[in-house]
């Protein structure tokens, strides 16, 4: 088993910026992908971003490319979500999750049943 803790949410207003963290309790063969999801009161779960740890191989939703930058630190078996420009829009919780890879052209397709292991959930909150 895997557990996962994502840390880093908070309030912040318009424009602002935050860091979400994720961290892993070990390294598997079977949490190669990282996603961060997120989910709005009434809103489905999307995806927001993915990196695949081996190829650095990343994957952004179109509603977040150039402010949300998704990284690693795999001594730390940490994964970042860095969060530029934050607008109200992106009020959620996000969740941190880690499953196998798929295909090595698509690593870590933004589904969430490719991922296995997920964390309790960071929220953030975005005040126009």
């Known amino acids: 088993q895997v557990q996962l803790v994502e840390s880093g949410g908070g309030s912040v207003q318009s424009g602002g910026s935050l860091r979400l963290s994720c961290t892993a309790s070990?390294?598997?063969?079977?949490?190669?992908?990282v996603a961060w999801f997120r989910q709005a009161p009434g809103n489905e779960r999307e995806a927001v971003a993915t990196i695949y740890a081996v190829t650095d191989k990343t994957y952004y939703a179109d509603s977040v490319k150039g402010r949300f930058t998704i990284s690693q630190d795999n001594g730390k078996n940490t994964v970042y979500l860095a969060i530029n420009n934050l607008k109200p829009e992106d009020s959620a919780m996000y969740y941190c999750?880690?499953?196998?890879?798929?295909?090595?052209?698509?690593?870590?397709?933004?589904?969430?049943?490719?991922?296995?292991?997920w964390g309790q959930g960071t929220q953030v909150t975005v005040s126009s």
């Open positions: 999750a880690a499953g196998s890879r798929d295909t090595l052209n698509n690593p870590c397709p933004p589904f969430q049943r490719r991922y296995k292991y």
């Open positions: 070990r390294a598997t063969s079977d949490n190669r992908c």
